[in-house]
């Protein structure tokens, strides 16, 4: 099945630094990419949705200047956590969808987990 | 809005018994999606329903979609340790490049 990779599994910061999360469709191409964020024992918030060749289109609420994203290529779209600060920590996950369209699945990455210090 | 409500939000129980997890919406979805989550990973879906009214097995997992599409429920039987974990469920949002929306899911813990 297809497969979405993220990079790091998890990571650990320092206030005021900035930190990269990577997500990799790693055997197909995904013109969409999904950012969800997961604060323990919660559900899924979708933060935004990331499109090749475009800016990303943030949900209410999140800030596009703190959360960069950047989808460069088919394969691969980053999310950026820019001066992060405690209340950033959380568990953020990645989505592609393996068609075009709105009916193909939505595969999840394994996510990534950030502590900020 | 499409807003998914979950029920219960906690759930714990024993070894061999029966359980129910509720989905709920005011809206209509073309379909609705259930995932099961581990700690520390990503989610993993278990089932598509798509159709109103339909029902889907999956072992001892029974997916509902309710007739108007609004709602939809998971059945375990016999339930497992192996079960423990947060279920979701999530319908496409129209409004967000057809991501996601999830419910806030429903932690279950099988104890042996």
């Known amino acids: 099945g297809a497969v979405v990779s993220q990079h790091p599994s998890w990571v650990i910061c320092k206030s005021g630094t900035s930190v990269k999360i990577e997500c990799r469709s790693l055997d197909f191409q995904a013109t969409t990419m999904f950012w969800y964020r997961q604060f323990p024992k919660q559900s899924l918030m979708l933060m935004a949705t990331?499109?090749?060749?475009?800016?990303?289109?943030?949900e209410q609420g999140v800030e596009k200047d703190k959360f960069l994203i950047n989808h460069a290529s088919l394969t691969l779209s980053t999310l950026t956590v820019t001066s992060a600060h405690p209340e950033d920590s959380s568990f953020y996950i990645c989505?592609?969808?393996?068609?075009?369209?709105?009916?193909?699945?939505?595969?999840f990455g394994e996510g990534s987990r950030l502590t900020v210090l | 809005t499409q807003l998914l409500e979950q029920s219960p939000q906690f759930l714990s129980i024993q070894e061999g018994e029966n359980l129910t997890v509720y989905c709920n919406s005011s809206?209509?979805?073309?379909?609705l999606q259930w995932y099961r989550q581990e700690p520390g990973e990503g989610p993993v879906l278990l089932v598509t329903v798509v159709t109103g009214g339909e029902v889907k097995k999956l072992k001892r997992l029974t997916f509902q979609f309710g007739d108007a599409r609004k709602d939809s429920s998971l059945h375990i039987t016999a339930a497992q340790p192996g079960d423990t974990g947060l279920y979701l469920c999530?319908?496409?949002?129209?409004?967000?490049?057809?991501?996601?929306?999830f419910g806030k899911g429903t932690s279950l813990l099988v104890t042996p």
């Open positions: 990331s499109n090749e060749g475009s800016k990303a289109t943030y």
């Open positions: 809206s209509v979805f073309s379909s």
């Open positions: 999530a319908g496409l949002n129209s409004n967000s490049g057809y991501a996601l929306n």
């Open positions: 989505s592609a969808r393996l068609l075009q369209g709105t009916t193909g699945e939505l595969f």
